[in-house]
């Protein structure tokens, strides 16, 4: 073979090495960004069962404005993207309480050691992601 021949080929596989690291580097920030989107929607539903049980008489197994007795269902508390744990339900201005969910993912945060966690704020009529730590 020529040089240039060789020139080429060695060229190619470069550009290939290239391709191949960015390719990885752009799944795993995709990974990340998708495990954070499932645990929002999953946190979202813990959220919405823990407001239809602050609505819900007691005569009916709800919390009668409260959210006091109500627990994560055994299905959301571990799932594929996420831990789920739920603070102790905290009284805020009068009779309307909050309650604070923490969600801990199954993917590795910013610094590439921990995972990263989601903290969401339920009250009355809000839900609220109020934090994201180590993405």
Do not use: C, W, Y
Request: hydrophobic content about 45%; aromatic content about 6%; cysteine-free.
């Amino acid at each position: 073979m020529g040089q240039q021949q060789l020139l080429l080929i060695v060229l190619g596989v470069i550009i290939v090495g290239i391709a191949v690291v960015v390719g990885i580097n752009v799944f795993t920030a995709s990974s990340k960004n998708a495990n954070r989107d499932a645990i929002i929607a999953d946190l979202t539903t813990v959220a919405a069962m823990a407001q239809q049980h602050f609505r819900k008489p007691t005569a009916m197994g709800g919390g009668g404005n409260s959210f006091t007795g109500f627990t994560i269902p055994s299905t959301l508390r571990q799932t594929a993207n996420m831990s789920a744990a739920m603070a102790n339900p905290t009284i805020v201005a009068g009779a309307n309480g909050s309650i604070t969910f923490t969600a801990t993912s199954t993917e590795t945060g910013a610094d590439g050691a921990q995972p990263f966690t989601v903290t969401m704020k339920v009250s009355k009529n809000q839900i609220d992601t109020t934090t994201f730590s180590n993405f």
